[in-house]
C-alpha cells in the first residue's frame, strides 16, 4: 500500500472518530470504524496530484481549482444563507427535518468561520463542493435546479448504489443506467461532488425523512450537523425527488440518511466495487490486512451491479486507455486516430509487434544486364525505331491537297471538253491507221474463210461497262461476218450479262443485219461454271447448255441443226474485255475445237496479253481496241462506223494524254532542279 | 413515253452521275453505284434461277428419270451444304462441297494452263528462233528480242542473292545484268498495258459522251 493512501486512511478513521462522537446521541447506533475503508481520509493526503487520477482525485474532494482548499467561498456561504429561508417556508416542511437543518447550519457556519472541520474527511467533502462554488456560474445553476427538484419527481432516479458523478467515465455512467438529470439535480454539486456522497445518499433512501425534503436546503437541514452531512447535502434531494407528492404529505420516521461509517465504508466501497478500479488501487484493497472478504454493507444491501453485457463494437471502442495495461496496449497504442471512422479515438487499434519492422531483409537482386555488343547495338537500333515512331511526322498540308484536286479537276476538264468538241464536232480529221495490225487483218482473212450459213459460236464475255469499247472493236468484225457469210450465230456467255449483252449487240449495234432470235441466232444464255463450265461446254456442248435463255430446246431449232459437238461450229468468236476471259475459252476449248477457228475480240487493255496466243498459233486472230478494229472496219468498207465515229476523239484523247504527261514530268523535273540549286546554293 | 425513251433517259441520267465523280465524291455518284449493284444483283439471281436452277436443277428432279433424279441428288446435296457458309453453327456442312469446287477448279485449271498455255508458249518462244525465220533481218530481231526478251524477265524474278564482304546483298554478276535487261522489258510490257488500259477508259468515255450528245441533239 501506498504511504500516502496508508496516511489519509488513518486521517480520515481519526476524524470518522471524532464525528462519531459528536453525532451519537441523534444518529442511529453506530457501527464501529472499519479499517477497511482504504479510501477513508484520502482527502486529506498529500500526494503529489500528478500520482491520483482525476477520479479520485474528485472522489476524495480534490477540485480542479483548489483540491487543498477546505475554506468555502462567502459567495456560497452567503447563497446558501438566501436560499435557507425560501426553502424552509416550504408547507410539507418536517420538524425534525427543521432541527436537523438548524444543526447543520449551524455546524456549516463553524466550519466555514474555522476553515477546519471537526471531521475533516466528509467536511473535505463539502468543502470541495465549496471550492467548487467559487464559480458564481456553478453555485447559481445547482440552487435553480434544487428549486426544480420537485418538478422533476417523476423522472427516472439512478439505481441505487450507482456513483453519479462525471469524474467516473461517461461510459461506466450509461452502463450503470444513471442518466445525466439525476446529477444536475444536484444543483451543479454533480461536478463538484465526490461520486461517493452522491451514493451515500442513495444509499439512504430508504428514509423517508431525508427523502421527503424536497430540495438541497432541506437535505441541509436533514443531515445531521455533522462532517457526514456534507454527503447528506449532496445526496438529500437526489432521494427527495421521488419521495415528493402524495407520500409526502404521510408522517414520516426522521431517521439520519447516513451514518459515517456508511459514508466512509458503505458508499466509497460501493462506488468502488461498481466501477473499473486501478490495478494498482485493486491490489492495495485486496492485500489491506484485516480487510472483509465480503463486500461492503451498501453493496451487500443493495442489488449487486452486474457489468453490462456490451457488444463487441462498444467493447473495443471504449475509451479504456487508463484500464489497458502497459503490457497489453503497448506503447504504441497511445497514439490518437486523426482520420476515419476512428476519429478523435486513442489507442483503439493495437499495433501489431513487428509490423513497423521488416521480418527479413529483401534479398538483392543483379541488375546487371549480360548483354553483348550486338545486343547493345540491337537495342540501340530498336530505341531509335521508337523514337523515331514517336516523332510526330508533318501533316501534309492543304494547300498541296487542294492543288491535287484542282489539278484532277483542270484534267478533267480538258479531257472532256477537248473530247466533245471532238465528237459533237464531227471531225474527221484523223485518217484510220493505213497500217493495219497483222492479228487483225488474221481475224479478217479467218472470218472471210468461214463458210456461208455456217454455225458459228460467238461468247459475249464482258461487262456491261465495258460496252462502249467492245461493241465498237467487235461491231465492224461481227458485221462483215454477217454481211459476208450469213452465219446462223449461236451466242453464249460464261457471264450472268452476257446474255444480255449480246442480245444489246445484235438487235441495237448490228441492227442492220436484221437477225432473228431463233431463225438466225439462239442464245444459249448463262454458261456456268467458270472454267470448268467452259471445259463440260466444250466437251459436250448440248449437255452443259441444253436450253437456251428462254427455256427454249435451241438444240432442236434450225440454227444448230447439225450442230451438237464443239467442232461442229465453223469458228468461235469470243468477245472479252479481259485476259481471263481470251484465256479460259484458249486453254480449254484446245483439244474439242478440231478445224474451228477461233477469233478473239479483245478490249485494249488485254490485247497487248492475249498476242502471244496468235503468234503461237493457238487462235487465228486477234482485234483488240479500236486501233485492231480500224482495220477491221476498213475491210468492211467502213460499216457500221462506230470506229470512224470515235476515231478523232480517240486519237486527240491519245495526244492529249502524251501531251499531259510529258508536261507533268517536265513540270515535276524542273522542281527538282529547282530545289536541288537551291540547297547546293 | 416508249421503253427505249425510259431506258434512255435512265442512261442519260445515270451516266451524269457516275461523271460527276470527276468533281469529288457525292450523293449522286453513290446512288448511281447502289443502282447498278443493286440491279446487278437482281439481275444476277433472276438469271441464276431461271437460266440454271430451274432448267438444270428443279425440272429435271420432276419430270426426269429415277436415274436424273439419283443423278442430280449430289448437286443438289452439295448446293444444300453449301448454303449452309453463311449459317456459322453449321458452316462446317459447306466445307465438303467447297473443297470440292476448290479441287474442281484447281485441276481444270491448272491443266488447261499446261496444255493451253505453257507448253504452246514456251514451243512459240523456241520456234522464234527458228531456222526459217533467221533467214531475214526481221526475223533475226524479232526472234533475237522475244529470246532475250524472255530469258531476261523470267530472270528478273531470280531474287536469291549472296552477301559480299562489304555486307550488301547481292546477285551474281550476270544475273544482275540479265535483271536489269529484263526489268526493261518489263517496264516496256507495263507501259503498254497502261496505255491498253488508258485506250479502254478512253473508249468508254468516248462512247458515253457521244450518247449524251446525241441524247441531247448536239450531233
Known amino acids: ?51 491520483i487520477p482525476e477520479w479520485v482525485a ?58 477546519e472541520s471537526a471531521d475533516g474527511g466528509t467536511f473535505n467533502g463539502a468543502a470541495s463542493v465549496e471550492n467548487a462554488g467559487n464559480e458564481n456560474a456553478e453555485i447559481n445553476e445547482w440552487l435553480r435546479q434544487l428549486d426544480a427538484t420537485s418538478a422533476r419527481e417523476q423522472e427516472p432516479q439512478p439505481p441505487r448504489g450507482v456513483p453519479a458523478t462525471k469524474d467516473v467515465p461517461t461510459w461506466v455512467d450509461r452502463m450503470m443506467g444513471v442518466p445525466d438529470a439525476p446529477t444536475q439535480g444536484l444543483g451543479g454539486l454533480g461536478d463538484a461532488l465526490p461520486d461517493w456522497l452522491t451514493e451515500s445518499a442513495a444509499a439512504g433512501e430508504e428514509s423517508p425523512g431525508v ?61 468502488f466495487a461498481s466501477m473499473h478500479m486501478p490495478d494498482w488501487l485493486a491490489d492495495v484493497g485486496s492485500r489491506e490486512p484485516g480487510s472483509s472478504p465480503q463486500l461492503p454493507p451498501a453493496a451487500q444491501e443493495e442489488e449487486p451491479i452486474a457489468p453490462a453485457d456490451l457488444p463487441s463494437w462498444v467493447e473495443a471502442m471504449r475509451p479504456v486507455e487508463s484500464a489497458v495495461t502497459p503490457a497489453a496496449g503497448g506503447g504504441a497504442d497511445s497514439r490518437l486516430e486523426d482520420r476515419g471512422p476512428l476519429l478523435g479515438l486513442q489507442g483503439v487499434l493495437p499495433a501489431i509487434p513487428g509490423a513497423a519492422v521488416p521480418s527479413s531483409r529483401p534479398k538483392p537482386h543483379s541488375m546487371k544486364l549480360d548483354a553483348s555488343e550486338q545486343h547493345q547495338a540491337h537495342a540501340k537500333l530498336l530505341e531509335e525505331m521508337l523514337a523515331a515512331e514517336t516523332q510526330p511526322l508533318p501533316i501534309q498540308g492543304a494547300g498541296q491537297l487542294r492543288s491535287q484536286r484542282a489539278l484532277r479537276w483542270a484534267i478533267s476538264a480538258v479531257l472532256v471538253i477537248v473530247l466533245s468538241g471532238a465528237i459533237l464536232s464531227g471531225s474527221r480529221n484523223f485518217p484510220l491507221p493505213a497500217a493495219v495490225p497483222n492479228e487483225s487483218i488474221a481475224a479478217i482473212q479467218a472470218v472471210q474463210s468461214i463458210a456461208p450459213d455456217a454455225p458459228v459460236l460467238a461468247v459475249f464475255d464482258y461487262e456491261p461497262a465495258t460496252v462502249g469499247e467492245m461493241e465498237a472493236t467487235a461491231a465492224s468484225l461481227m458485221d462483215h461476218l454477217l454481211l459476208l457469210k450469213h452465219p446462223r450465230l449461236a451466242v453464249i456467255s460464261t457471264s450472268p450479262t452476257g446474255s444480255a449483252l449480246a442480245e444489246r449487240f445484235i438487235s441495237g449495234t448490228l441492227a442492220d443485219r ?36 428462254s427455256t427454249d430446246r435451241v438444240w432442236d431449232s434450225s440454227v444448230l441443226l447439225g450442230t451438237r459437238r464443239l467442232s461442229d461450229f465453223a469458228a468461235i468468236i469470243v468477245l472479252t474485255e479481259s485476259l481471263e476471259g481470251g484465256r479460259v475459252w484458249i486453254e480449254q476449248t484446245a483439244a474439242a475445237r478440231g478445224a474451228s477457228s477461233m477469233i478473239i475480240v479483245s478490249s485494249a487493255q488485254a490485247g497487248p496479253m492475249l498476242l502471244p496466243y496468235f503468234d503461237s498459233g493457238q487462235i487465228e486472230g486477234l482485234v483488240a481496241g479500236l486501233n485492231g478494229a480500224a482495220g477491221a472496219e476498213i475491210a468492211n468498207n467502213g460499216l457500221p462506223g462506230l470506229v470512224r465515229r470515235y476515231w478523232d476523239a480517240y486519237s486527240i484523247g491519245l495526244y492529249l494524254a502524251v501531251l499531259l504527261i510529258t508536261f507533268g514530268a517536265l513540270w515535276h523535273f524542273w522542281i527538282g532542279f529547282h530545289e536541288r540549286r537551291i540547297e547546293a546554293a | 413515253m ?26 449522286a455518284f453513290r446512288i448511281a453505284v447502289y443502282v447498278f449493284v443493286g440491279v446487278t ?78 507448253f504452246p508458249q514456251i514451243g512459240a518462244t523456241l520456234e522464234s528462233v527458228d531456222s526459217e ?28 542473292a549472296r552477301v559480299t564482304a562489304d555486307g550488301t546483298v547481292r546477285r551474281l554478276g550476270a544475273i544482275e545484268i540479265a535483271a536489269g535487261i529484263g526489268a526493261v522489258f518489263l517496264a516496256i510490257t507495263l507501259g503498254v498495258l497502261f496505255a491498253g488500259v488508258y485506250s479502254a477508259a478512253l473508249t468508254a468515255l468516248i462512247e458515253r459522251l457521244d450518247f449524251i450528245g446525241t441524247f441531247l441533239g448536239l450531233r
Do not use: C
Open chain 2, 2 to 27: 416508249s421503253a427505249d425513251l425510259i431506258s434512255t433517259v435512265t442512261a442519260f441520267l445515270l451516266t451524269v452521275m457516275i461523271l460527276s465523280y470527276l468533281v469529288g465524291d457525292n450523293p
Open chain 1, 1 to 51: 500500500m501506498p504511504d500516502w493512501v496508508r496516511v489519509a486512511r488513518d486521517q480520515l478513521v481519526d476524524n470518522a472518530s471524532v464525528a462519531d462522537a459528536g453525532t451519537k446521541g441523534d444518529q442511529q447506533p453506530e457501527t464501529p470504524p472499519s479499517d477497511e475503508d482504504l479510501l477513508a481520509g484520502l482527502s486529506h493526503q498529500d500526494q503529489p496530484e500528478e500520482e
Open chain 1, 211 to 271: 427523502s421527503s425534503v424536497p430540495d438541497g436546503s432541506r437535505a441541509l437541514q436533514a443531515s445531521p450537523p455533522s462532517a457526514a452531512s456534507a454527503g447528506t447535502i449532496a445526496a438529500a434531494p437526489l432521494e427527495a425527488s421521488p419521495r415528493s407528492g402524495t407520500q409526502a404529505a404521510e408522517p414520516l420516521e426522521v431517521v439520519p440518511a447516513f451514518s459515517p461509517e456508511e459514508i466512509h465504508r458503505i458508499d466509497v466501497d460501493a462506488v
Open chain 1, 514 to 549: 436484221a437477225y432473228v432470235r431463233g431463225v438466225q441466232y439462239v442464245n444459249l444464255g448463262y454458261l456456268p461454271g467458270g472454267l470448268a463450265g467452259v471445259q463440260s461446254f466444250a466437251q459436250d456442248p448440248m449437255a452443259a447448255a441444253p436450253l437456251g435463255a
Open chain 2, 41 to 118: 444483283a437482281g439481275y444476277v439471281a433472276a438469271v441464276a434461277w431461271w437460266q440454271v436452277l430451274l432448267p438444270d436443277l428443279i425440272l429435271p428432279l420432276i419430270t426426269g428419270t429415277p436415274t436424273t433424279r439419283a443423278m442430280l441428288a449430289v448437286p443438289l446435296l452439295l448446293g444444300g451444304m453449301l448454303l449452309m457458309k453463311s449459317w456459322p453453327p453449321l458452316s462446317r456442312l459447306g466445307a465438303p462441297a467447297m473443297g470440292m469446287l476448290v479441287g474442281a477448279a484447281s485441276a481444270v485449271a491448272i491443266g488447261g494452263a499446261i496444255q493451253g498455255t505453257l
Open chain 1, 58 to 115: 474528485r472522489v476524495i474532494g480534490l477540485s480542479e481549482g483548489g483540491r487543498r482548499s477546505g475554506t468555502p467561498s462567502p459567495d456560497v456561504e452567503r447563497r446558501i444563507a438566501e436560499e435557507a429561508p425560501r426553502e424552509t417556508a416550504a408547507p410539507r416542511q418536517d420538524p425534525e427535518i427543521g432541527g436537523q437543518e438548524k444543526r447543520l447550519r449551524d455546524l456549516w457556519s463553524q466550519d466555514v468561520d474555522t476553515g
Open chain 2, 133 to 160: 525465220q533467221l533467214g531475214s533481218l526481221e526475223g533475226i530481231v524479232n526472234g533475237a528480242l522475244v529470246l532475250v526478251g524472255v530469258i531476261t524477265s523470267l530472270t528478273y524474278f531470280h531474287f536469291s
